[in-house]
């Protein structure tokens, strides 16, 4: 099982990246997939999850109208567009595979820093 993301890097505020979690080695679209976000001293929090393609989403608040998740279960891939970045958005950003048949079955990516700085 592997999960790899990409897209992190140093962006100024209200600026735009877009991060992407390729995978293999397990069934994609039997997995809800959810970014997660860990910044220096905090708790990894939820940033957003989508249960399957063009299905239901979840944000958190703080992210709410600036990033969007999508998926494309025929590339295994699962993504994010991040808009209107703030300093606050700083962090370590993992993806997540849930199995959908079985919640205890879990995958995480190595993560991807995003910086936001001027």
């Known amino acids: 099982v592997q999960l790899v993301e990409s897209g992190g890097g140093l962006v100024q505020p209200g600026g735009s990246l877009r991060l992407s979690c390729a995978t293999s080695g397990f069934t994609f679209s039997m997995y809800i997939m959810s970014w997660f976000r860990q910044a220096p001293g905090k708790e990894r929090e939820l940033v957003a999850t989508?249960?399957?393609?063009?299905?239901?989403?979840n944000y958190a608040d703080s992210v709410k109208g600036r990033f969007t998740i999508s998926r494309d279960n025929a590339k295994n891939t699962m993504y994010m567009q991040m808009n209107n970045l703030k300093p606050e958005d700083t962090a370590v950003y993992y993806c997540?595979?849930?199995?959908?048949?079985?919640?205890?079955?879990?995958?995480w990516g190595q993560g991807t820093q995003v910086t936001v700085s001027s």
């Open positions: 997540n595979a849930k199995d959908r048949r079985n919640f205890g079955r879990l995958y």
């Open positions: 989508i249960i399957s393609a063009g299905g239901s989403t």
